[in-house]
């Protein structure tokens, strides 16, 4: 298995802290690993571990068929890592820090400018691929980072939360860069904190939370677990949440999810458009107005609640906040608790 990753019992500890808590991860060469978690879940942690830049205090791991602890330099050959905080050369241009990076591995003045040009162009950086990097934006250097750990294709890539800080066309656009990648062969693993992206991108999902695996299988698994579709209510008023919290507690099957802010309560349901229809005349005749009522798959949101009775904002909030607010879905502000 020359491009796959393999990791078992991997424990890291820092002080009191066990960031890794005997962690086992399998990605099949030429697939995508989704390594999905709140703040302080032990995300980078395995990267950097499998990375070769962090001993773990036990486990093992293979990556492209070599022993990590054993073997690290051969490894380092194998790999491409995009770490989640940009690692560009202030001093030099966009431009000239993608050639620098052909050049370490050798690809061909030629080849290596050709490259360069190309993704560029693609992080839509062209205009500003021969300024500084010191004069880029947050979301600039991450892009030209991204595009760093791009100029080569190694068999295999690390990516930490690749998305981060990016806005929606840029996201897209790496979206699109990492499925050619995977075309091509390369075995990815990615760690990200939206829910949307590991579904969209992963064929297998690891959710990792206290350094511990709490789930993995595909994104439909996932989805299957926490039941099927969902009801989801927005009422015009905040005074009118409990009264349809109350009535999708009867109608539905299972635990409601109430988010005050935008005053939308959910619940996994069976029935679908006929008990759809049922939730309406019950909120009817209860004189509760609504903007918004649907029927909805589960998303990977409602995987993360339902398997921690928590929303993946809770992690935010206790871990350090990320940068923007683009994450899909949010947490539920009275799911959890016990
Ligand atoms: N060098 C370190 N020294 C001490 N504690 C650390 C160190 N690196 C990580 N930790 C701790 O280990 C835990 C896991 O951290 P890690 O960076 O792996 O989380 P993460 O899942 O990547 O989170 P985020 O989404 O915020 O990037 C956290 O509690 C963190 O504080
Ligand atoms: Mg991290």
Known sequence: MPG?????????TFGDVRALDGVDLDVPE????????????????????????????SGRA????????????????????????AAVDEY??????LRMVGQLYQMGARAARARASELLERFSLAEAADRTAKTYSGGMRRRLDLAAALVVRPPVMFMDEPTTGLDPRNRQALWEVIQELVAGGTTLLLTTQYLEEADHLAHDICVIDRGRVIARGTSDQLKARTGGERVEVV???????????????????????VQEHTRKVTVPVVGGAKLLAEVIRELDSRGVEIDDIGLRRPTLDD???SLTGRGTE??????????DGLRGGGGAEGGGGE
């Open 303 to 305: 995987v993360f609640i």
């Open 314 to 323: 809770d992690g935010l909030r206790g871990g350090g906040g990320t940068e």
């Open 62 to 85: 293979v990556v492209a068929g070599v022993d990590v602890l054993k073997n690290p330099d051969e490894v380092r050959r194998s790999i491409g890592l995009s770490g989640q905080f």
């Open 30 to 57: 030429g697939t995508v690993l989704g390594l999905l978690g709140p703040n302080g879940a032990g995300k980078t942690t395995a990267v950097r571990v499998l990375t070769t830049l962090l001993r773990p205090d």
């Open 235 to 257: 009422v015009h008023e905040r005074e009118h949440i409990a009264a349809a919290d109350e009535v999708l507690r009867v109608l539905g099957k299972g635990e409601t999810t």
């Open 92 to 97: 030099l241009t966009g431009r000239e820090n």
């Open 4 to 12: 796959a990753i393999h990791a078992e019992g991997l424990v890291k």
